[in-house]
Every structure is written in structure tokens, then in C-alpha cells.
């Protein structure tokens, strides 16, 4: 299978890919709780972009066109949010997608999935916020004895914080400040907190 190398196209500017989020309306204002428990006033729900094929396209081809010199041969992320990230950066690599899942708490690999040993793994994810997830898929990757080669994620909410020891690339690093609970000045105003993610906003 020959890769498309002639027409991989330049990689967006940071602009360029937070306008394709904005069109999405991808970036949300307001009080959201979030998975880590965490509050925050602005919140990333790449759902919104990922609906769009085309879009989702753009945004992997960015994330792919930092680990093609890599020899990735899976590309896997975390259900729910890194499903559709991994199917489409493995489609810009030319290689395979699989997803994790959590049975009983504990994520892992289903469905008959399988990783060979010192198989060349790259991770993504849609969004980070404590890197949790992430964490958590290279944990399962070690677990069969592959070999993780690097972190790629769509939106960093860290800023770029969080470090996984491996080759790390984000689309976007936003700084969205999030607050523990009893710390919240949205609570302080008595704003009530919605809870984004996998339930309707």
C-alpha cells in the first residue's frame, strides 16, 4: 500500500484551525463541571467539530503530519471522544484505528482488539484536561508490550502543561482556567453548573 505523499497538504496555522472549531461552534461560554471534577467557564466540545467529516479531516491531517516520519502502524485513542480522532488520523497515516473502553472502571482494549508486542502505537484524544485518559491508554498499550511513540491531541487545556514523556502534539493549546469546586467564583455568583461532555448542553 503506498502512502499519498504527494498531496499531503501544509499544516493550518493555530488561527486557521481555531476559526474551523469557531465555525463549529465548538467553544462554548459559560459554567460547566467537568469529567475531572474540575469547574470552568469555557468549554471545548470537539463533538461539535468531529460531526463534520471534512472538518475532521483538516484536523487530523494536522495531528498526523507531526508522526508520519514515525512508522506508526496503530493509531488509538479513548472512547468516547478519541474514537473518531483515531479513525481519522489513522486514515491520514494510512494505518489502522482502534479504541479503549472502560469494563467495570478499567479501561481497556475490547471487541477482539489486539496490540502486538513493540507494535508502534501513537495516542490520541479530543481534548486534555488532566491528561487522565491518555494516561490511562498508554497504561494499555504497556500492557501488551507495544510501544507508545507519542501523545497527539486536538485541543490541550493546559496550555501545554502536561507532559507524558513521549513526543507531544496539540492542534490547539487553549489556557482555560479551571477551578475546584468549593474554589469556583461561578458558583460564588450562583451560577448553576452544567455538566457538557456526552449529555446534551
Known sequence: MT???????????????????????????????LTSGKHSAQYMQCAQVLQYPERAAILAEGLASQFRDM???TVIGPATGGILVAHEVAKALGVRALFTERENGIMRLRRGFTLSPEERVLVVEDVITTG????????????FGATAVGVGVLVDRTGGKVDFGLPQC????????????????????????????????
Open 71 to 73: 512508522n506508526v502502524k
Open 170 to 201: 496539540s492542534i490547539i493549546q487553549l489556557n482555560i482556567q479551571a477551578f475546584e469546586a468549593q474554589e469556583c467564583p461561578l458558583c460564588a455568583q450562583g451560577i448553576p453548573a452544567i455538566k457538557p461532555g456526552s449529555r446534551k448542553i
Open 3 to 33: 502512502q499519498q505523499s504527494n498531496h499531503h497538504k501544509m499544516p493550518l496555522t493555530t488561527e486557521e484551525y481555531l476559526d474551523v472549531f469557531k465555525k463549529s461552534e465548538a467553544l462554548l461560554d459559560g459554567h460547566f463541571l
Open 132 to 143: 487522565g485518559s491518555v494516561r490511562e491508554v498508554l497504561a494499555v498499550v504497556k500492557e
